[in-house]
């Protein structure tokens, strides 16, 4: 099989593998009351099977326009996801629960624009950011790139949302290693950012609870202790054997099991073999991710895309693994295409799209690629 047929193959099989899934644990739920993935199956069931089928359409419409055309659209698309963003603090508009401002009502409907800013963020950064991007036009420069991805940061943290934050932390810097930019430039300014973000984390006094419960979980039993523990349950019983897709103890304890802690239940519920089918899909979509950057080998643009695609995929989907494996706090954070959130599932069906985009297309040819004062390649 050709090379481009294995990087799709290893694009496309494995996330729909996952997201079959994710939406298999939140249609095994009992018919009780309870938060998303345990009370209300079928409601919920729908909602991700439509993300799903959204996520899909997405990814197929950037296949079919290609990757030039969505570097060109890439202030419009930054600009809608930012206003989307910001509109969380809209009263009437906006959602605020549990201390943080950060889904939107649609109707009927909510959801959370974070996913979409992120990969708007990567996109732009992969347009402007390159070694040639301030020769383009005057705008259409690095610095203003920048800018405008550390205010798509400073929003993030507004609502608050940590997590999401650092995952545009990574698209970002990600988007400008693809693009060339060494490494002794991009080292010192990572470190200094994930400091700050973790300075400003820690002024939330939530965040200081979610830190003492993992380093003292049997001490707040009742606070965010609680979790910590119950993930702790779900490992021990995973390690004595798979109790079945539905049966497992720890769905019934965790306050988001489909969502921020969906790795633990398969983990407890299929055992060893699905927790670590999981980290296989996740490690053949790297791969495949690999393999599509090869073929972006001469054009810069479009190796910045997937390697800012790859990052907004892989950076929360080990951060999840990390929280339900005990190995950090709690963050929030959910997995994409496995978890119960439609938002990211439709944003990660379209950076999937890019990435197959990506695969599939030729690499621009030396002399144009070289071209900074012509537009982008095609």
């Not at 419409?61 to 030039?68: E, K, L, P, Q």
């Not at 599939?360 to 030396?366: E, I, S």
Request: charged share 10%; glycine share 14%; hydrophobic share 55%.
């Amino acid at each position: 099989m050709p090379r481009r047929g294995i990087a799709v193959a290893l694009l496309i099989l494995p996330t729909a593998g996952l997201a079959a899934l994710g939406l298999a644990v939140v249609a095994s739920a009992g018919a009780r009351p309870g938060p998303p993935g345990l009370g209300a199956p079928h409601h919920f069931a729908l909602r991700q099977g439509v993300a799903i089928a959204l996520g899909g359409v997405l990814g197929a419409v950037v296949v079919r326009v290609g990757i030039a055309r969505v570097l060109r659209a890439a202030p419009v698309l930054f600009g809608i996801a930012l206003l989307a963003t910001a509109a969380v603090f809209v009263p009437g508009v906006g959602i605020r629960a549990a201390g943080a401002s950060r889904w939107l009502r649609l109707g009927p409907l909510t959801a959370n624009p974070a996913p979409f800013l992120i990969a708007a963020t990567g996109i732009l950064m992969s347009a402007w950011g390159g070694p040639g991007g301030m020769a383009r036009r005057r705008l259409e420069s690095r610095p203003l790139a920048l800018a405008l991805a550390l205010l798509a940061v400073l929003l993030l943290v507004a609502q608050p949302d940590f997590s999401a934050a650092a995952v545009a932390l990574c698209a970002t810097f990600a988007a400008l290693a693809g693009a060339g930019v060494a490494g002794r430039r991009l080292v010192p300014a990572a470190v200094v950012l994930v400091l700050a973000l973790v300075l400003g984390a820690s002024r939330f006094g939530y965040v200081g609870g979610r830190i003492h419960g993992f380093l003292s979980p049997q001490s707040d039993r009742r606070g965010h202790g609680f979790e910590v523990l119950a993930l702790g349950r779900a490992r021990t019983n995973a390690a004595a054997g798979a109790a079945g897709l539905g049966q497992g103890s720890a769905r019934r304890h965790l306050s988001s099991p489909a969502s921020d802690y969906v790795f633990a239940i398969v983990n407890e519920e299929l055992g060893r073999p699905g927790a670590w089918g999981v980290v296989a899909a996740w490690a053949a979509v790297a791969a495949g991710a690999l393999l599509a950057a090869r073929s972006a080998a001469g054009d810069e643009r479009r190796r910045a895309v997937a390697a800012a695609c790859t990052a907004a995929l892989l950076a929360p989907a080990a951060l999840h693994i990390a929280v339900c494996r005990g190995w950090m706090p709690i963050v929030g954070v959910t997995m994409p295409f496995l978890s119960y959130d439609p938002g990211l599932t439709v944003a990660s069906g379209g950076e999937i799209g890019a990435l197959v985009a990506i695969a599939l297309g030729a690499p621009a040819a030396p002399a144009r690629a070289a071209d900074t004062t012509a537009g982008l390649p095609a």
